[in-house]
Structures are given as C-alpha cells and as structure tokens.
C-alpha cells in the first residue's frame, strides 16, 4: 500500500513559504555571480587582446585563430565564436577602467552590453544607459527603446520650480523622473489631435505610458472629480509615485504654454492635497504636459508659485530625418495624385 500522506504540522506552511523565498533568492544570486564571471572574463580576453595588438603590432586575424584554437579546447562552449571574440575587444576598448567594468558593467547580462555597445558611442551617456539599466531592470528591448528615444538627453529636461519649492534632497529626484520631451508616438494619432482624443488615447495604452514615465509611477485615473465647495473639476491624469510618495497631477494641454495654465495646475495640486492627500504622503508635484512651450514663459510662469510644477512637451510623432522628409511628397502632391487615380 502506498504511504498515506503526512499530516502537516502548525507552521508547516510558513516554513514552506519562507525556504521556497530562500531558494529563488539563491538562484537569482547564482545566476547574478554567473554572470559577473563570465563578462568579467570577456572583458579580460578583450583586454589581453587589445593590449598585444598595441604592444606586439598583432593584426586582426588573430581573432580568427584564436576563435578556432578555444572551439577546439572548449568545443561546448558557445561564447568564442569570432564575432563575439571581437565583440570582447570593443567591450574592453569601451571601458578601459576596471573598477567600473566590475561595479556597474558586470552587472549587466552580456548581451545587453552589447546592445549598448552597439548603440551609443559616448562614454558617459553608456556608462548612464548602464546605471539607469540596473536600476530598472531593464530588458534589451527596452533599453533599446530608450536609446532610441534618447532618454539621456530627455531626462531631467523638464522646466522646473523644484529648487525654490522642495528641499534640496527631493528637488533632485523628483527633477530626475520627469523628462523633456515626452515621446507619445505610440498612440498612432495625428499631431492636430485634441486634448480629449489625446487623454483617451494616453488611458487605452497606459502600458506604455508608464513605460515612457519611467519606473515608479502608478496610475490613479483620468478625468479624476475634484469637489469644492460644492462644484466639480475634473484632474486630466493623476498618478502616485511610489520613490517620491507624492501624487503627480498631469495637465494636458494641446496648444503653447500659457501663464494661467500655471494657476489651474495650483488649484488642483492644493485640491488634491486636501481632498486625497494621506497624511503620510508628502505634497503633491503638478506637470504640465504642453504641445509646444516657450522656456521665457515657463521660468516666468513658476518663478513665485509655491507649489512643486513642471512643465514639459510632448510630441505625438517620431521627427523622421531631413533628408528623408525632402524624399516625401508634399500634402498637395498627395491630394493631386488621388485626384488622378481611377475610383
């Protein structure tokens, strides 16, 4: 007869819990160090390679040979193909300071590296890609997007009042989750679109949304009802952002930044904080998200205001490049040539 199952004894299940947590948690560490090892090594091939090629004037077909003799030493190995060999010497090449290869670098899987190798050239907006990866625990993909967005240059980019309103610690970071401009091009709608079309289509891919905000934001609601004294008013986007503890109170607007946008985003902020505001959250920030802005106007329009505000852009379309815009055919040309086609 099979053996009848155990009775599980009081705290069994506690128990279970806390060893499964144990073993994901050493799992994680044993892929990490894994990891750390093996670009660690890589970085030192490439290292080694580079330095007999300045040293002993080596040519580039030393990759080849020494990409057969390691296949033929190490034949279930699947990271000396030649490619990757070359790859090793642009990642040495890339970054020639160990200490930061093994505090920040190594903590990178290796092919994002590589991504990052092959994507941006400037060795402090890399090593900032690196850093920003870690911290959010960024796929290729999305690190891709990012590069491709040109986080670096968009980050902390937004017109501010941080300095004159929150302490120096939070002005910092709070400054660093917003950015200038923001890329809604994945709403696939056109850059006359109205504000309404716009906060709807912001709500149906509130995935991407986020990911465009960065890490640490979390959706609240649109249209969010505000009552005071009796009348409603309506929040476009409300988030909460879990590093900062703050709510985030999103204005759009479709046209230029005006100076009463300013005072609008001050009620709110002020509403929001009497009315939704727990007493462990500290004040609210306002952002203004703006089609188009002049920098005069929004340093003049924050300077004295009491409330944390930003204001940035948005652009609803991906700016394709001149030459390429030159190659395209004119809205008339277009208009003309259906005109012509046979219906």
């Not at 007493?279 to 306002?286: K, T, W």
Request: with cysteine.
């Amino acid at each position: 007869m099979p053996d009848e199952p155990a009775t599980v004894p009081a705290g069994y299940d506690e128990l279970l819990r806390e060893v499964k947590g144990r073993v994901r948690t050493a799992r994680v560490a044993a892929a990490t160090a894994v990891n750390r090892e093996l670009v660690l090594l890589y970085w030192s091939i490439g290292r080694d390679i580079l330095e007999r090629q300045r040293r002993l004037g080596w040519g580039a077909k030393v990759v080849d040979q020494l990409a057969r003799d390691l296949r033929l030493e190490f034949p279930e190995a699947k990271g000396f193909s030649a490619r990757n060999i070359r790859y090793m010497r642009r990642f040495a090449e890339a970054w020639p300071d160990e200490s930061i290869v093994q505090r920040v670098v190594a903590q990178l899987p290796w092919g994002l590296g590589v991504r990052l190798l092959e994507k941006v050239d400037d060795h402090d907006e890399r090593l900032w890609y690196a850093r920003k990866a870690i911290e959010n625990g960024w796929s290729r993909e999305v690190l891709v997007l990012h590069i491709e967005r040109d986080l670096f240059a968009a980050h902390g980019g937004a017109i501010t009042n941080f300095a004159a309103t929150l302490p120096p610690t939070e002005s910092d970071l709070a400054r660093e989750i917003l950015k200038d401009p923001y890329q809604l091009d994945f709403l696939g709608i056109a850059d006359d679109a109205n504000e309404r079309a716009i906060e709807r289509g912001l709500v149906q891919h509130m995935r991407d949304f986020l990911l465009e905000l960065g890490r640490g934001f979390a959706f609240v609601g649109s249209q969010v009802p505000l009552t005071v004294d009796g009348e409603q008013f309506f929040v476009d986007l409300l988030f909460y952002h879990l590093r900062l503890r703050r709510f985030v109170v999103v204005e759009l607007k479709i046209g230029r930044l005006r100076p009463e946008h300013t005072g609008q985003l001050n009620f709110y902020l002020s509403a929001v904080d009497d009315l939704l505001r727990h007493p462990d959250d500290l004040p609210s920030i306002g952002l203004i998200l703006c089609k188009d802005r002049s920098a005069t106007i929004a340093e003049y329009a924050l300077r004295g205001t009491t409330q944390p505000m930003a204001v940035s852009q948005f652009e609803l379309t991906k700016a394709l490049p001149r030459e390429l815009m030159e190659q395209l055919p004119s809205t008339a040309a277009l208009e003309a040539e259906l005109r012509r086609s046979p219906r």
